[in-house]
């Protein structure tokens, strides 16, 4: 049976804004007559999340992904709406919800950057009023499950990145949360590193059952992760579907980008694959993956040419909103 | 309930752990003091011997010093509160502050006791020193260090509570630097950072121990100065006032401001 973890209505947030106007008198009268303008960041959104999902929350930037995960962890209080997260409407009991649910947000870190993470892990377990037994034992399980027995004793700002945002999702995870509220935990990572995270992400939904939901531009990060995806778009949602449904419809596209040992002839004859950008010998490759499969172009390229380097993408987060827009308005 | 005192315990002690990480910065920052110390030694030496040599106000020469050192050591050492709520509101931190179970007022309160500490004791030990060998020492009661150390805690929870409340005006002005620059000069010219409160001309002790500040800075001074348990109850009575009043400021600009934190963007 199917239990809601997060129930949203209506739930809606108006920033307001100073304008500073150009002009030294403009600037000097707006100092005593201020002029605001509003800007709605979440319009009405209504949203039900199950346990045990993991939902992608994307959308580009300014969408309104990051104020709605602000509000669903009580940080931000709505302008209008209800929201219930794990029976807690959050902006009213931030504190008993904080015990129960785990964030970590990728531009912002919670390890104290001049000591160790372990340093940050106690503090945590005491904050979180781990018994200290039990605290001992899951920090040993969470250093084994991401790998963090080299880190753990090196301060926090002699690590790289990849290393820090490893520990940073370790620290959310101390306390057996029930959801993890991700915002953007791949940005700025390498493909090794955003591997990495990903894996570990999947694993704490599929082994330990935390409802995840996720943030990001970063289609890779919704393809690898989620079964469920929501596309947010100028604080709506515009998109609520399967992730299979998604790639099926609107990321049929795939771009590479190639650097070949040799100048590029042209001699790519494969349906839907079309030449975007040629160049010497580097050359960017269009895919419709509904006419054509990745792996058999990439195989056609391996065979075809000498590559020295090769790079897949996903269509960029805003063409695939455009897209979703194009198929509405479009007759089916 | 002791389980929710032992977290507050640990980001104190976590605060002294990130502090020691810097404690030859420290250290060398401090040499400032040694500078300031050097001045008025001389300055004051000259006032003295001008006066006859004997006591103003009932101080010495050497005890006018050590209470300099003592209202230095205090006025250096507060950590940066301010500084550290506008960073939070202003860069967006305060959402990895707001979404852990504490309350966001004890949590800073906890990391500016113990850096406080750490600080206020690399104060005392160079000021303590420099005077030392300035001026020699002074007729110091070790049995009151209990009662100094009350105190201590009063005084920096006043403090904590009057910079807190200053920092938390970011949630309304985008900078509040001129604001706390205002503040803490009241503080300082009020609450008797360079002189005892007892030197001040006629209005101007008035209104010195009328205002709060003197609980701040001169207070805590004299009394490690001149200790009797009297003046320590009579202080530490009328700090917990002050500190109550401060502390409900606090928390009333506080409740007003949350509910108008404005983090949008990731």
């Not at chain 1, 940050?120 to 979180?128: G, P």
């Not at chain 1, 000498?306 to 979703?324: L, Y």
């Not at chain 2, 110390?37 to 106000?57: M, Q």
């Not at chain 2, 690399?122 to 049995?143: Q, R």
Request: aromatic share 10%; hydrophobic share 45%.
């Amino acid at each position: 049976m199917s239990v809601p973890v997060i129930e949203v209505r209506g739930l809606r947030k108006l920033f307001t804004r100073q304008q500073k106007p150009e002009g030294t008198w403009a600037r000097f009268k707006a100092t005593f007559r201020p002029q605001t303008i509003s800007q709605e960041a979440v319009k009405s959104l209504d949203l039900t999340i199950e346990k045990g999902e993991a939902l992608a929350f994307i959308g580009p930037n300014g969408a309104g992904k990051s104020t709605t995960i602000k509000m669903l962890t009580g940080i931000l209080h709505p302008t209008a709406g209800e929201a219930s997260v794990l029976g807690y409407t959050p902006w009213k009991q931030r504190e008993p919800l904080a015990y129960r649910v785990g964030s970590v947000f990728g531009q912002k870190s919670q390890l104290w950057l001049h000591l160790p993470p372990v340093d940050t892990f106690n503090l945590l377990a005491r904050i979180y009023e781990l018994d200290w037994t039990a605290y001992l034992k899951r920090r040993a399980e969470l250093v084994d499950l991401f790998e963090l027995a080299d880190l753990i004793h090196t301060p926090a700002r002699k690590l790289s990145l990849g290393q820090r945002m490893r520990c940073e999702i370790a620290a959310s995870l101390l306390h057996r949360p029930e959801i993890i509220f991700l915002d953007e935990p791949t940005i700025g990572l390498d493909p090794v590193a955003k591997a990495a995270i990903r894996d570990l992400i999947r694993r704490a939904n599929k082994e330990e059952g935390v409802t995840v939901f996720l943030t990001s531009h970063d289609a890779g990060d919704i393809e690898q992760l989620c079964r469920r995806v929501v596309i947010i778009n100028h604080g709506q949602i515009i998109l609520d579907d399967s992730v299979n449904a998604l790639r099926r419809d609107f990321m049929k596209t795939r771009e590479i980008d190639l650097k070949l040992s040799a100048p590029f002839d042209g001699g790519l004859h494969l349906p839907g694959v079309s030449v975007l950008k040629a160049k010497g010998y580097g050359v960017k490759i269009g895919v419709d993956t509904a006419l054509t499969p990745i792996d058999v172009v990439v195989g056609e390229i391996l065979r075809a040419y000498q590559v020295q380097d090769i790079t897949i993408q996903n269509p960029p987060m805003e063409e695939i909103i455009a897209a979703i827009y194009r198929g509405r308005s479009e007759p089916a | 309930m002791k389980k929710r005192l032992l977290k507050y315990r640990e980001v104190a002690l976590i605060n002294i752990r990130s502090r020691w990480a810097y404690f030859w910065d420290q250290m060398l920052s401090s040499w400032f003091l040694v500078v300031v110390l050097f001045v008025f030694v001389r300055l004051w030496k000259v006032t003295y011997s001008a006066g006859g040599g004997g006591a103003i106000d009932g101080y010495s020469l050497t005890e006018m010093i050590w209470y300099l050192v003592a209202t230095e050591a205090l006025v250096m050492s507060a950590p940066r509160v301010h500084w550290a709520i506008e960073q939070e509101v202003k860069d967006g931190d305060l959402a990895i502050r707001l979404n852990k179970p504490y309350s966001y007022l004890l949590f800073h309160f906890s990391g500016y006791l113990g850096e406080g500490i750490m600080r206020v004791a690399t104060f005392a030990l160079v000021g303590g020193a420099t005077a030392y060998l300035l001026v020699g020492g002074v007729d110091f009661n070790w049995t009151s260090i209990p009662g100094l150390l009350a105190v201590y805690l009063t005084t920096t929870t006043i403090s904590f509570f009057y910079s807190a409340s200053i920092g938390l005006v970011a949630f309304w002005l985008e900078d509040i630097s001129g604001l706390y620059f205002i503040f803490d000069k009241l503080k300082w010219i009020l609450g008797g950072l360079l002189l005892p409160i007892e030197v001040y001309p006629g209005v101007a002790r008035q209104v010195a121990e009328a205002l709060p500040f003197r609980h701040m800075i001169a207070g805590p001074a004299r009394l490690f100065v001149k200790f009797s348990w009297t003046d320590a109850a009579a202080l530490l009575q009328s700090q917990l006032i002050w500190a109550l009043l401060f502390g409900l400021i606090c928390a009333g600009i506080y409740r007003l401001g949350v509910r108008r934190v404005d983090l949008n963007g990731g």
